[in-house]
Nanobody
Framework: QVQLVESGGGSVQAGGSRRLSCATS??????LGWFRQGPGKEREGVAS???????SYADSVKGRFTISRDNAKNTLYLQMNSLKPEDTAVYYC?????????????????WGQGTQVTVSS
């Protein structure tokens, strides 16, 4: 059974930085991703990384967020810089078996419980 546990959420002022981590256990799937769901919004893909290290990002976070994975530590990261109030959301990590870095939630089989990130202006 794959388990995903996020950490690193919290409150930060606009312009600040935050790093999220996701500890994974079980078997290693091909692709890991970060999603978020803001107040009154649908869940959206933020960033994804496949087993080869190829990445994809939502346009809204390109140049500000960086996804990375440490396979030796079974950990996924999301470095978030230049945070904006509109980045406020519950952030989820997810694991799936796609062969490319997908931002489509339906392509992920396992989800963490989420961690809240609140950006104040």
């Amino acid at each position: 059974q794959v388990q995903l546990v996020e950490s690193g959420g919290g409150s930060v002022q606009a312009g600040g930085s935050r790093r999220l981590s996701c500890a994974t256990s079980g078997y290693t799937l091909l692709t890991l991703g970060w999603f978020r769901q803001g107040p009154g919004k649908e869940r959206e893909g933020v960033a994804s990384i496949d087993s080869d290290g190829s990445t994809s990002y939502a346009d809204s976070v390109k140049g500000r967020f960086t996804i990375s994975r440490d396979n030796a530590k079974n950990t996924l990261y999301l470095q978030m810089n230049s945070l904006k109030p509109e980045d406020t959301a519950v952030y989820y990590c997810a694991a799936g078996s796609s062969w490319y870095p997908s931002l489509v939630a339906l392509e992920y089989n396992y989800w963490g419980q989420g961690t809240q990130v609140t950006v104040s202006s």
